[in-house]
């Protein structure tokens, strides 16, 4: 394995241990607003890659925030829904639905589909070919909806 990969293989498996161990020592409140904070910066980054792709494209840009993407991908934010989670606490609200807690195992293949484009995703801005990035945050937007059209409540 390449040095850079090897570290980064460590790092997130260090980060997923780090935020499963963390996510047990949250209250439900803070796991709602830490999962809601990890979403919202994910689509902040997929904004600006989405302006690239439609503007003048940025090749570092994009680099960075697909990297930043696949990172909390990756950081085990599943870990996030734990007991008392399924609904709004106090003043925080979620959105989450509860059928999300009774069907484990597609959430899981979910997921997975999901950590699987946002690797593609950053893999392609690695590259630097805005056409394969097109491609790959295409397929990232596929894996957000088929979780969203699922799991999660309308506003």
Known sequence: MKPFLATTAVGLMAATLAGSALAGALSPEEQIETRQA???????NMGKIKASLQG?????????AANAIAAIANSGMGALYGPGT???VGDVKTRVKPELFENMQDVGKLAGD???A??????AAAGGDAGAVK????????????????YRADD
């Not at 990890?38 to 902040?44: A, C, D, L, R, S």
């Not at 946002?118 to 893999?123: G, S």
């Open 114 to 116: 999901f950590k699987t």
């Open 86 to 88: 399924d609904k709004d």
């Open 56 to 64: 003048d494209y940025d090749a570092d840009q994009v680099k960075a």
């Open 135 to 150: 491609t790959a945050f295409g397929d990232l937007g596929q894996a957000c909806k088929a979780c969203h059209k699922k």
């Open 118 to 123: 946002a690797d593609n995703l950053a893999e």
């Open 38 to 44: 990890g979403y919202t910066f994910m689509g902040w």
